[in-house]
């Protein structure tokens, strides 16, 4: 087994660290985050860093890198207050991944990629129509992480939509069968593929596994 240190890892090419480091952690959710500026330009980015901060308010966040590197999502947020997040399937990958782009403030990703935003009642910004899990939030807070002048972005979650066979009657969502998709490093992306449930862990109790009761395990 390699044995890496902290000074080895600084002395690597810059982009040689960015792919280790990014693909440390392991597969990550990867979601097209929408958003709108005061024009009405609409504007699609993708973050592998979506996390889930609490359920009771619905809250989940989102690390924004430095805004000189990535500045028109969060400036957009900042904006309008509102947002969408969209799962990525096999059948948008591409056009997804060529939302990471760098174009120029303005350009709309959608018109780029051949995506299509879906505005619905009560969103100011564009979902992605093709995405089979998508939600909405409002903007709660962004917190600045000053050891490397990024943001914590959190948001709350105002409305969802999936299909149908997504939810478990538990309330448990099934992501892959929306095939929803997760990324590894800079640009590498892996299925998702259901395992099994298992009841809520106590002390001293054995394990039982729930996916007889909650959904089959294909």
Request: contains cysteine; glycine residues 10%.
């Given at each position: ?37 005061r024009k009405g330009q609409p504007n699609l980015g993708v ?43 096999a059948g948008m990958l591409a056009q997804a991944h060529q ?84 990324s590894g490093g800079l640009d590498g992306y892996y299925s ?27």
């Amino acid at each position: 087994m390699l044995h890496i240190n902290a000074a080895t890892i600084q002395s690597w090419e810059r982009f040689y660290r960015a792919n280790f480091i990014n693909s440390l952690t392991g597969a990550k959710p990867v979601s097209l985050i929408g958003t709108v500026n005061r024009k009405g330009q609409p504007n699609l980015g993708v973050f592998s860093n979506i996390i889930h901060v609490g359920a009771d308010p619905a809250l989940v966040g989102y690390i924004n890198r430095p805004r000189e590197a990535a500045p028109h999502t969060l400036s957009n947020i900042e904006s309008i207050g509102i947002y969408t997040i969209n799962h990525i399937h096999a059948g948008m990958l591409a056009q997804a991944h060529q939302c990471s782009a760098k174009y120029p403030e303005g350009v709309s990703e959608f018109a780029e990629t051949g995506l299509t935003p879906l505005f619905v009642e009560g969103c100011a910004a564009p979902f992605v129509q093709e995405s089979r899990i998508r939600y909405a939030l409002s903007l709660q807070d962004v917190v600045p992480i000053h050891l490397n002048n990024t943001f914590l972005v959190i948001g709350k979650i105002e409305q969802v939509m999936l299909e149908e066979d997504v939810l478990e009657p538990d309330g448990f969502l099934r992501t892959d069968r929306a095939g929803s998709l997760c990324s590894g490093g800079l640009d590498g992306y892996y299925s998702n593929s259901f395992i099994t449930r298992y009841r809520y862990a106590k002390p001293g109790i054995p394990l039982q596994e729930l996916a007889g009761e909650a959904g089959d395990a294909g």
